[in-house]
């Protein structure tokens, strides 16, 4: 008999934390916190640091969310998800939306019913192979071994990229990023695959970086992006202008340490409407009218938090390249905020 | 409970559907049969609401769409543009193979372990123990990522046996072991090979005759005729006559170690995941099956052998006439529930690599088309075949050795 | 020549003492002779065991001996052990209490998990050893209580209430029992839902804050401290409903006994992580559209349906060896089913079960760390997930899983002793 207590309590618990109600930005404001999916662990993007705190590219995504919806940034329960996992903690609601570099393609938008709202980072798939294998070219891999880092799209591209080249390959597909690189070291596999921005990463942590080459094809496009389900276009909103606002301060000029200043009011109108001391854009969103200043505020432009998780000066050291301000050439742009 | 005297007729109540024990389990069943129904209805009703709600559906279509994706070890044919169905077979079959592998040399390992823990010597004995212990109490997910683990760092890449001159020989000039695989040499069937073969099978046959004939004799005159070097005569002279007469059909296909820049080609592979996986299994059941072995000898009452003792048989003979035949009616439903656990821990395959069904279906397929529920479903429909079949293999071997009871 | 003077002929008048046996027979050579090298086949064995215990210390020693203890980081012991042979032992002395208790479970809380261990011990000796006093399972019955209360916190109310549900439960139970056993049973689960659900909403929410520990919610939990809570809460749970399934499984009724055949058959036919995934991918979709569970409790019900089919097997095992007199007696007495079954079947049946408990346990307890296959950071899942991908410790990987390898061994060599001196206490055959 004792022994049901338990379970009983432990549904009291669990269930303690559902919450019925029409809209998920309902739902989050009812619970406090914002229920955000993340990697179970990927330097730079989403991971814990040593003291438990997540930290990372994506993981500034969903702070952004929070400060946006509740005022603060902390008010965020990451759910680190795996790739099989993932869909349905979105799908079933476990999550109110997912930051897990996942690449926005056409059967995950129309046959698992979700929404892109925006791409916050345009990858490709790479290789990384030790210097001394003398390949200049992923297409001289005719017969290599290649480990692969499973659980996105990657095990589709390689297959493509080595059939329309007509060339043989071996796949060992490996499950964590610690065992891919581990036996990518002691010479198992011949290549390493995954996408460029996680190489890089790897490469970073390696004893001796300078031995590893990543080659020059790209095999795929990546852009990865935040998701949230279908079915609730509000939600979808807030997060998609989460993303623009700290897009657009970039933009502008407007940084963590300049935005409380410049929002006392600019001679530029689109920097008042982003920062609420004009028009009623965060009104239209449900949201405060400071919303988007608060996110500069706590996270930083586009431009910072690249800078700060992934960006040059950091272990990864990741150049802007196509993730520039498509001012200097690049691909990121966000829709005018009016 | 039965009633001894004629039951007067009774006028049905209700309260009888309690109180008699006649209805009394009726009423149960319904109770419970009602309960169930609202328990199902209840859950499927929820799966129907959810999936609604979201727009998604239970659909199997996906099985018939392109999957997209390479195996490395493939049973049949498979490639990219297959079917998610042939992949999944694929995984079936890859599943099959290393079970069927590990079940047989966990099978060897445990036997061997069993009764060396048993050995009079003291050295042999604690070694064994402590091969038991250790595999039995760390979880077998540990043991996997450490033996690969081992594997990889512990062999040399495939590049040591490459090129002109590489920094390694082929061992005898035959095989290659590398941590992405062993190579050994591959027949090539040529022309006229056939002959030989049946040559080979008819040889296996004719031993098998010959035992049985020597053994008979012995049995009725007590007349005993050699049997290890006739064994060996029957079974390679007439092949080895025949491969030559045939003018040497079968060639050996070796590992070329200058045709790729990265991998030897030619031979047969078989790859370190295999391997890996293979080998785990197997060990770490091995540990299990060693005390199924030392159970069962230790089951054998101390008066059998004793009894055998006196009726003047050697002590190779008590082992394999008068132990091992009752040891083995202990010993081998357990056997057998461990090769299901075999089967059961080869879906961990995935974590060395290795394209078992649950990493093709319910791992790639499942992450590349999002279908989690039907890849799930069927995932578990097939260990649910596969073990059904050995249970229904157990319950026939059981009543087969139950003791007949006179 | 006899020497007459000295007629008396040399006679000794006490025992020689008793020559000491020859070196060979006796001593370490007589031991080594009798248990190393007895005949030649042993002796080969013997070298061939020596050669394999050579092969496995000759690199496991000096990684063991040179390893650096004092890091921050994989850079800094590589530096310190200049290329030398070496384990990388630092990550433990820095990362120890993540690998414990996982990385987001507060720092300040922990001695609340470690208070919660250490009481475990208590409340689980009167279970183990039957010495004790009997009284002493009364704290056992609270332990779960405190131990929720210790390790989630919040409201010390959640946990009162439970409890008073509980003991209200117990007490209708032992008024109604005499009359009837399924009266009993069923009027102890209404009157403990009533409670819970009446005392649900009399508590204000006031009090909830009183009196509350800072809640941790179920998924901070992580590192060995999860493994072992799955592990504690599964079996604990599993063990009544596999005692239900196994006598459901010998009823005759045949509706009930299929249920719990296919029940039984169903989950002991698929891989546990499957099941896993099942808990993680697939779950969710069962419960009501507006509830969300949290990824802790599902994976407890599936673990829990696991072990609770095997644990029917074996004491269904335990059923089945009793003789068949036991339950002629019982009818002969005229109890009832339930009377039988709590009076004379069962004890008698689990006594014998209990080792194959045991040993279900220990599998079940080592089967805990696939949960980290479905993004679960228990102790596997740190070693895999978090610790390697922090900059300071990526490349980390034979001191943790040797660190792992570790903790199971002694946890479950501890069960697995245990469960042969119960063995051994238990057995009433005379051999």
Redesign the interface.
């Known amino acids: 008999?004792?022994?049901?207590?338990?379970?009983?309590?432990?549904?009291?618990?669990?269930?303690s934390?559902?919450?019925?109600a029409a809209g998920t930005l309902d739902d989050v404001k009812a619970r406090g916190k914002l229920n955000c999916g993340v990697t179970?662990?990927?330097?730079g993007f989403a991971?814990?640091?040593?003291?438990?705190r997540w930290e990372g590219f994506d993981v500034a995504v969903c702070r952004a969310v929070a400060v946006a919806t509740l005022g603060d940034e902390n008010a965020v329960?990451f759910?680190?998800?795996?790739?099989?996992?993932r869909?349905?903690?979105l799908?079933?609601?476990?999550i109110d939306m997912l930051a897990r570099n996942t690449t926005w393609t056409l059967?995950?938008d129309a046959?698992?019913?979700f929404t892109f709202v925006g791409v916050n980072y345009y990858d490709g798939q790479g290789f990384m192979a030790p210097k001394d294998l003398g390949v200049a070219s992923a297409k001289d891999?005719?017969?290599?071994?290649v480990?692969i880092q499973?659980?996105?799209?990657t095990?589709?591209n390689?297959?493509?990229f080595?059939?329309s080249n007509n060339i043989s390959?071996?796949?060992?597909?490996?499950?964590?990023?610690?065992?891919a690189?581990?036996?990518y070291?002691?010479?198992?596999?011949?290549v390493f695959t995954t996408d460029a921005s996680g190489l890089a990463a790897?490469r970073?942590?390696?004893?001796n970086p300078a031995d590893h080459v990543l080659l020059p094809e790209i095999v795929s496009k990546e852009p990865l992006g935040p998701l949230v389900?279908?079915?609730d276009s509000e939600w979808g909103d807030i997060v998609r202008w989460s993303l623009n606002a700290m897009i657009t301060a970039e933009e502008l000029g407007i940084t963590s340490a300049n935005a409380a200043e410049m929002s006392a009011g600019t001679n530029n109108p689109e920097i008042n409407r982003l920062l609420g001391s004009e028009g009623t854009l965060g009104e239209m969103l449900g949201l405060s009218a400071d919303w988007a200043k608060n996110i500069i505020m706590t996270q930083g432009n586009y431009g910072e938090v690249f800078e700060n998780n992934i960006g040059e000066n950091t272990?990864i050291g990741l150049s802007r390249g196509l993730n520039s301000q498509w001012t200097d050439g690049g691909l990121i742009y966000s829709p005018p905020f009016r | 409970m039965t009633i001894m005297t004629e039951p007067p007729k009774e006028a049905f109540r209700l309260s009888m559907l309690i109180n008699d024990t006649r209805y009394r389990s009726l009423t149960f069943q319904a109770i419970a049969a009602i309960a169930l129904a609202l328990i199902i209805f209840y859950l499927a009703n929820n799966v129907a609401t959810n999936l609604a709600k979201l727009g998604l559906n239970i659909d199997f279509s996906f099985l018939g769409a392109q999957a997209g994706y390479d195996i490395n070890q493939t049973l049949i044919p498979y490639s990219s543009q297959s079917t998610n169905l042939s992949a999944a077979f694929v995984g079936i079959l890859n599943t099959l193979l290393v079970a069927f592998l590990a079940c047989i040399t966990a099978t060897i390992f445990g036997v061997l372990a069993g009764v060396l823990r048993l050995s009079n010597n003291w050295l042999v004995r604690k070694l064994m123990s402590f091969y038991v212990e250790i595999f039995r109490n760390i979880p077998v997910l540990i043991w996997i990522l450490m033996i690969y683990g081992v594997m990889t760092i512990s062999l040399s890449g495939p590049k040591a046996y490459l090129g002109a001159e590489p920094s390694k020989e082929l061992f005898l000039g035959l095989f290659a072991f590398t941590n992405r695989g062993i190579y050994v040499p591959a027949p090539i069937w040529g022309p006229g090979s056939m002959v030989v073969v049946v040559t080979f099978i008819l040889s296996v046959i004719a031993v098998i005759a010959y035992r049985r004939y020597a053994t008979n004799l012995l049995y009725r005159t007590g007349k005993l005729l050699p049997t290890g070097l006739p064994t060996i005569a029957i079974l390679l002279i007439p092949t080895i006559f025949m491969f030559f007469v045939m003018g040497q059909p079968i060639g050996l296909d070796l590992p070329d170690p200058l045709a790729n820049r990265f991998n030897l080609r030619g031979g047969l592979q078989i790859g370190a995941p295999l391997i890996a996986i293979w080998f785990a299994l197997s060990i770490y059941t091995g540990a299990f099956i060693a005390e199924n072995v030392r159970a069962g000898i230790q089951a054998v009452s101390k008066g059998q052998t004793e009894a055998a003792a006196a009726l003047g048989l050697r002590s190779a003979r008590i082992m394999s006439l008068v132990v091992l035949p009752q040891a083995l009616r202990v010993i081998i439903p357990p056997l057998i529930s461990q090769y299901l656990n075999i089967t059961k821990n080869s879906s961990l395959a995935i974590l060395v690599g290795y394209a078992d069904v649950t990493a093709t279906l319910g791992g790639i397929t499942l992450n590349q088309t999002g279908r989690a529920i039907e890849c799930i479903l069927l995932l578990m429909l097939f260990y649910l075949i596969i073990s059904l079949t050995i249970s229904s293999v157990i319950n026939v071997y059981n009543n087969s050795i139950k003791l007949k009871e006179r | 020549m006899v020497d007459s003077t000295k007629s008396v002929a040399f006679v000794r008048t006490e025992d020689a003492p008793s020559l000491p046996p020859p070196s060979s027979a006796a001593g370490p050579v007589k031991w080594l002779r009798e248990n190393l090298f007895a005949t030649p086949a042993n002796a080969i064995l013997t070298v061939l065991s020596l050669i394999a215990i050579y092969l496995l210390l000759r690199d496991f020693l000096p990684w063991l001996l040179n390893g650096v203890w004092n890091s921050d980081s994989l850079a800094g012991c590589r530096e310190v052990l200049q290329g030398a042979t070496g384990g990388c032992f630092a990550v433990l002395t820095e990362r120890w209490n993540q690998l414990l208790f996982g990385f987001t479970y507060p720092t300040d809380l922990y001695w609340r998990p470690t208070v919660a261990f250490a009481l475990f011990f208590l409340a689980a000796a009167p279970v183990l050893f039957f010495d004790l006093p009997r009284k002493l399972l009364i704290f056992t019955a609270l332990f779960p209580f405190i131990a929720y209360y210790l390790i989630w916190g919040g409201s010390i109310w959640t946990p009162i209430l439970s409890l008073v549900g509980i003991i209200v439960g117990y007490i209708v139970y032992s008024r109604l029992v005499v009359s009837s056993f399924a009266a009993g049973f069923f009027g102890a689960i209404l009157a403990a839902v009533i409670v819970w659900i009446v005392g649900g909403s009399f508590v204000p929410d006031g009090f909830a804050v009183e009196g509350s520990m800072r809640s941790v919610p179920s998924r901070d939990l992580g590192g060995f401290m999860l493994n072992m809570m799955l592990g504690v809460t599964c079996v604990s749970l599993s063990v009544p409903i596999g005692i239900a399934l196994a006598l459901g499984r010998q009823s005759s009724m045949p509706l009930i006994k299929f249920v719990c055949v296919i029940f039984i058959e169903f989950i002991r036919g698929v891989p546990l992580i499957t099941l896993l995934f099942v808990a993680s991918v697939m779950l969710a979709y069962f419960f009501p559209p507006e509830a969300t569970v949290d990824l802790f409790l599902r994976v407890v019900i599936m673990i829990t349906l696991f072990s609770a089919a095997y644990i029917a097997e074996v004491v269904r095992g335990g059923l089945a060896a009793l003789p068949k007199g036991q339950y002629e007696a019982g009818d002969s007495l005229g109890l009832d089913y339930p009377q039988a079954m709590r009076l004379i079947i069962l004890p008698q049946a689990l006594k014998i079960s209990i080792p194959g408990i045991v040993n279900i346990a220990v599998g079940l307890f080592k089967d805990t760390v696939l949960v980290s296959v479905i993004s679960m950071f228990d102790l596997i899942g740190m070693i895999r997930g978090p610790i390697p991908a922090s900059p300071d410790w990526n490349g980390v990987y034979w001191e943790l899983f040797g660190f792992a390898s570790v903790l199971f061994f002694i946890c479950c060599y501890g069960i697995s002793q245990y469960s042969q001196w119960l063995e051994r206490r238990l057995a009433t055959d005379h051999r």
């Open positions: 008999m004792k022994k049901s207590v338990i379970f009983s309590a432990l549904t009291i618990a669990g269930l934390a559902s919450a019925a179970t662990g990927l330097v991971a814990p640091n040593a003291d438990g329960e759910v680190p998800t795996t790739g099989k996992t869909f349905t903690a799908a079933s609601g476990e059967s995950r046959d698992l019913k891999l005719d017969g290599a071994t480990c499973t659980g996105t799209t095990e589709l390689l297959a493509d080595f059939r390959y071996e796949p060992v597909p490996i499950e964590t990023n610690a065992e690189q581990q036996q070291l002691a010479g198992a596999c011949d790897t970073a942590t390696f004893e389900r279908h079915g272990a």
